[in-house]
């Protein structure tokens, strides 16, 4: 079993993924569903040559913020990494796929990715740079590895809270196919990254909308996480198993879903929100 990225995020014990070198990256991989929403970058990541700094903002341009070189002379400002982007300079490092991927998420989701940095200076302020809260864990993971989830029928959701994946996915495929249950949004940069390696399976941590319309549906988190009313704990996230999607694994029958140590039970106590609406 190829290790999971269900614990991705800070605040975790689990050894820091090395990405692969560009070089060795079959562009074939920027093909999966996980990426389907960044095709408009598609060149930035299957290229031969890293885009340079003037590249990602000539290409991503975002109103009030810009994509700013970290090296050490930025560094030497003692700013936290989020307070510097409250001021308008997103750090990046260069000739880095995790960066990268994150630029392409604020291009595609800014307003989730301005809620989140808000969210986190709210809690520097109170905090302090160095400590970190359950509120900031959540906004991480989710930076890190969330996805939104829209849901037409909010009795799918019930084989999600049993961890019942076998009927979420496999005896509801045609659901994923229809549109009842989608991806509506990707913002785990972390997951994009790790998708790189080959037969990596992945975990999700989810927010849930019940609604019809993907962008109607972003934009609700986008508010949710700006008035806080989301993202107070990393228990709120509902982890997915990125594999079980229909269409997102070559081998997806029974035995697949069958896989304990992929597939988790659910744990005693687990209980998740009701969908944002």
Not at 120 to 138: L, P
Request: charged share 20%; net charge negative; aromatic share 8%.
């Amino acid at each position: 079993m190829t290790e999971s990225a269900s614990e991705s995020g800070a605040g975790t014990a689990r050894r820091r993924f090395i990405a692969p070198p560009r070089e060795q990256v079959d562009a074939a991989c920027f093909q999966h569903p996980l990426f389907a929403e960044f095709s408009a970058w598609y060149t930035l990541m299957a290229s031969d040559a890293w885009p340079d700094i003037d590249v990602l903002n000539a290409r991503m341009p975002l109103p009030g913020r810009c994509f700013v070189t970290q090296d050490a002379a930025l560094l030497e400002d003692g700013l936290h990494y989020e307070s510097r982007i409250l001021q308008g300079r997103i750090a990046t490092r260069l000739q880095n796929w995790h960066d990268l991927f994150n630029a392409m998420v604020w291009a595609r989701h800014s307003a989730i990715k301005h809620a989140l940095n808000a969210q986190q200076c709210t809690h520097i302020a109170r905090m302090g740079q160095s400590a970190r809260n359950a509120g900031q864990q959540a906004l991480t993971q989710f930076d890190e590895t969330g996805l939104i989830v829209r849901v037409r029928d909010a009795t799918l959701l019930d084989a999600w809270d049993a961890h019942d994946w076998s009927a979420l996915m496999h005896a509801n495929a045609a659901r994923w196919r229809s549109g009842d249950i989608a991806i509506a949004g990707v913002i785990g940069h972390a997951l994009m990254e790790q998708m790189l390696v080959p037969g990596r399976l992945l975990v999700g941590k989810c927010l849930v909308v019940q609604g019809e319309d993907e962008a109607a549906c972003i934009t609700r988190v986008a508010e949710a996480i700006l008035e806080g009313e989301v993202l107070a704990a990393p228990a709120e996230l509902r982890p997915l198993p990125l594999a079980g999607i229909p269409g997102w694994h070559s081998q997806q029958d029974t035995h697949f879903y069958a896989q304990a140590d992929y597939f988790r039970p659910l744990r005693e106590g687990r209980v998740y929100p009701r969908p944002l609406r």
